[in-house]
């Protein structure tokens, strides 16, 4: 069974930087797309980050206009958020998202593909 397990969310003010993380436990990966999304209250998931990798190829993308940036730890089968400059409005839930194959650049925003789910880290940004 793999486990989603977030962290590193909270109450910041509006400019301040946090970095989430993110473990897979339960078995390894030898490729896979694990990616970002955040939901605020009464509005859809939405495609935050991912990093994908087949054997020794990895790659990311992000959607913040270089506010955020995601970052992998292939041997502790984590993912990073780092987020800086935040603002009142990237106040959501954070979830993290495990799919076991690399999937097409194109299809690493769409929740719906996506296996696995973490319980979600709360980041509310106060102005």
């Known amino acids: 069974q793999v486990h989603l397990v977030e962290s590193g969310g909270g109450l910041v003010q509006d400019g301040d930087s946090l970095r989430l993380s993110c473990a897979a436990s339960?078995?390894?990966?030898?490729?896979?797309?694990m990616g970002w999304f955040r939901q605020a209250p009464g509005k859809d998931r939405e495609f935050v980050a991912a990093?994908?990798?087949?054997?020794?190829?990895?790659d990311c993308r992000d959607s913040m206009k270089g506010r955020f940036a995601i970052s992998r730890d292939k041997a502790k089968n984590t993912v990073f958020l780092q987020m800086n400059s935040l603002k009142p409005e990237d106040t959501a839930v954070y979830y993290c998202a495990l799919r076991e194959s690399r999937l097409i650049l194109s299809s690493t925003w769409d929740a719906k593909n996506y296996d696995y789910w973490g319980q979600g880290t709360q980041v509310t940004v106060s102005s």
């Open positions: 990093c994908r990798w087949s054997g020794g190829n990895s």
């Open positions: 339960g078995r390894t990966f030898s490729s896979g797309t």
